[in-house]
């Protein structure tokens, strides 16, 4: 099983800061990963795809990058909207997801 | 715009099967491009991927569930099912439905259903 890494596991930013979250693969997964975005009471958000492929609808404010064991995701500046816990998924080999960042209000 | 919508026992008893259905809306399950997954979420937990599984019923599981796993697809009814034997307080979780994006290697999910709590208790 491919472990996942996320850090922080909490993250206090002010609004209109930027925000870097990090997520380590236990090996290489190439550049198959995903991020999301889950705020309370609701299903996970697709952000990223393919580690720096923005979905569908999503602000350019978000950015993906790295690729092997290292990624970030980057919000260059936080909107109240933000406010969530991100999930980093690899699915290189079967699927799995780390455990989360809560980036909160500071 | 696609819609999955989970349904099934927000109970179930210690020992007994978890059985869950997805229905799928505003787009074919059997479309040959996409898989269809279920993912849990323990209170206050991270995500868990169960397993997924294509439109002609070929199917991938997580290896630590896979024992106790079955996922099955109708899709005359557009939807897809999932049943998870010999249920422990363990499994209690928040239940999502997804539709899989194959992409390079496996599935990334852009489309999610809402949740269902299942609870395990006596």
């Known amino acids: 099983e491919i472990v996942m890494t996320q850090s922080p596991a909490t993250l206090s930013v002010s609004p209109g800061e930027r925000a870097t979250l990090s997520c380590r693969a236990s090996q290489s997964v190439t550049s198959n990963l995903a991020w999301y975005q889950q705020k309370p009471g609701q299903a996970p958000r697709l952000l990223i795809y393919g580690a720096s492929t923005r979905a569908t609808g999503i602000p350019a404010r978000f950015s993906g990058s790295g690729s092997g064991t290292e990624f970030t995701l980057t919000i260059s500046s936080l909107q109240s909207e933000d406010f969530a816990v991100y999930y980093c998924q690899q699915y290189n080999y079967w699927l799995t997801f780390g455990g989360g960042t809560k980036v909160e209000v500071k | ?122």
């Open chain 2, 1 to 122: 715009q696609l819609q999955l919508q989970e349904s099934g026992p927000g109970l179930v008893k210690p020992s007994e099967t978890l059985s869950l259905t997805c229905t799928v809306s505003d787009d074919s399950i059997s479309s040959n491009i996409y898989y269809w997954g279920w993912i849990r979420q323990p209170p206050e937990k991270g995500l868990e991927w169960i397993g997924s599984i294509y439109y002609s019923g070929s199917t991938y599981y997580n290896p630590s569930l896979k024992s106790r796993v079955t996922i099955s697809v109708d899709t005359s009814k557009n939807q897809f099912s999932l049943k998870l034997s010999s249920v422990t307080a363990a499994d209690t979780a928040v239940y999502y439905c997804a539709r899989g994006v194959p992409f390079s290697s496996l599935d990334y999910f852009d489309y999610w259903g809402q949740g269902t709590l299942v609870t395990v208790s006596s």
